[in-house]
Nanobody, 126 residues
Framework: VQLQASGGGLVQSGGSLRLSCAAS????????IGWFRQAPGKEREGLGC????????YYVDSVKGRFTISRDSAKNTVYLQMNSLQPEDTAVYYC????????????????????WGQGTQVTVSS
């Protein structure tokens, strides 16, 4: 089981980025996938998730309406579309999947992630 997060970079305030989480070793449409971020000096924060049973998505209030999670089963990839980015969104972004606990979605708590991707840096300049 592997997750490969990519798509991070430097963007100006108000801009957009789309992150990808490419999976190998398992089908993304069978397991819940969550997105997280960790800013320097802060704990890893859950942003949202896509459920294992269907394409239902859940988001924390801080990103609701700005971030969108989607899944492409043909590419075995989950995406995080981020719009209206602000400097406070600067962090390393991670994807994670829950294969054993069945509790990742809807709460998106890091304690329920069984496998993590390596993270991708997002920097938003003001």
């Amino acid at each position: 089981v592997q997750l490969q997060a990519s798509g991070g970079g430097l963007v100006q305030s108000g801009g957009s980025l789309r992150l990808s989480c490419a999976a190998s070793g398992f089908p993304v449409n069978v397991y819940a996938i969550g997105w997280f971020r960790q800013a320097p000096g802060k704990e890893r924060e859950g942003l949202g998730c896509i459920s294992r049973d269907d394409d239902t998505t859940y988001y924390v209030d801080s990103v609701k309406g700005r971030f969108t999670i989607s899944r492409d089963s043909a590419k075995n990839t989950v995406y995080l579309q981020m719009n209206s980015l602000q400097p406070e969104d600067t962090a390393v972004y991670y994807c994670g999947t829950d294969h054993f606990q069945w509790k990742l979605c809807p709460g998106t708590s890091a304690e329920f992630v069984d496998y993590w991707g390596q993270g991708t840096q997002v920097t938003v300049s003001s």
